[in-house]
């Protein structure tokens, strides 16, 4: 199946204020919105964004809820120059972003921050791609042999770079094999002390990108992925169907 990451949504309180901090702070601006009467949702990306890289999706309700992190999600990642880190960093935070984890504490491999929902957002050196595009979404994952299974077998992924194995716990990075290396890819986080993940609903969703959508359904459902939200049940404008820990994927076209 060819697929490729197109955004990741999360869900956010207040628009505006959202909208500002990701637009004032990362340099990101507005590429696509969808005002709807019960919700909003807008796409964000730094104006040279690959044309394979994966957009942010703000999603907004207007009936004024409030959202729960959860566990199950943990991150997503935003690229930097390999020898920016800590100057991209103090511009954050001479910016106004509240100090979280710093390149120091983090062994000057990466850093972190939030965003005004406690969303976090890793900062990582790239030597390729637009400064703030996003580079990862990291999920954590009950059984890494299944998960590993589901993103081969139903989605035709392979590991993107080096996995991490510590004691404790394993990262593995799954993508399209033949994606660009702008592109986003997938972290698997696995710790090996047994735990469970609660999914809140501050994190909505992944979407990949297919060239056909029936199509493209018709192969999960053979690969007998989770059927959740069938294209005839969304107007043929999209579906969704799940991984094996429920985090939901969402598949769209170009069109």
Request: hydrophobic letters at 30%.
């Amino acid at each position: 199946m060819e697929s490729t990451f197109d955004h990741v949504m999360i869900r956010v309180e207040d628009l505006e204020e959202s909208l500002d901090w990701y637009t004032t702070h990362l340099n990101y601006e507005e590429k696509g919105r969808w005002e709807a009467d019960t919700f909003t949702n807008v796409f964000l990306g730094p104006e040279d964004v690959h044309d394979a890289g994966a957009l942010l999706e703000l999603t907004y309700n207007h009936d004024g809820r409030s959202y729960e992190m959860g566990d199950a999600w943990g991150h997503i990642a935003v690229r930097v120059p390999e020898d920016a880190l800590q100057e991209s960093y103090d511009e954050l935070m001479e910016g106004g972003v509240d100090d979280y984890r710093d390149p120091e504490s983090c062994g000057n491999r990466y850093a972190f921050v939030k965003d005004p929902d406690g969303h976090e957002i890793e900062i990582v050196k790239r030597d390729y791609g637009a400064k703030w595009s996003i580079d990862h979404t990291m999920i954590r994952v009950e059984d890494a042999d299944e998960a590993l299974g589901y993103w081969t077998r139903k989605f035709e992924f392979g590991e993107s770079r080096d996995r991490w194995e510590a004691d404790s716990f394993a990262n593995y990075f799954v993508e399209p094999d033949d994606a660009p290396e702008e592109a986003m890819s997938l972290e698997l986080t696995y710790n090996y002390d047994g735990r469970t993940y609660t999914m809140g609903d501050a994190w909505g969703h992944l979407a990949l990108e297919v060239e056909d959508l029936d199509e493209a359904w018709e192969t999960l459902m053979t690969r007998e992925a989770p059927d959740y939200r069938d294209p005839e049940s969304c107007d043929h404008n999209y579906a969704f169907t799940k991984d094996q820990d429920g985090h939901e994927v969402e598949l769209v076209t170009s069109d």
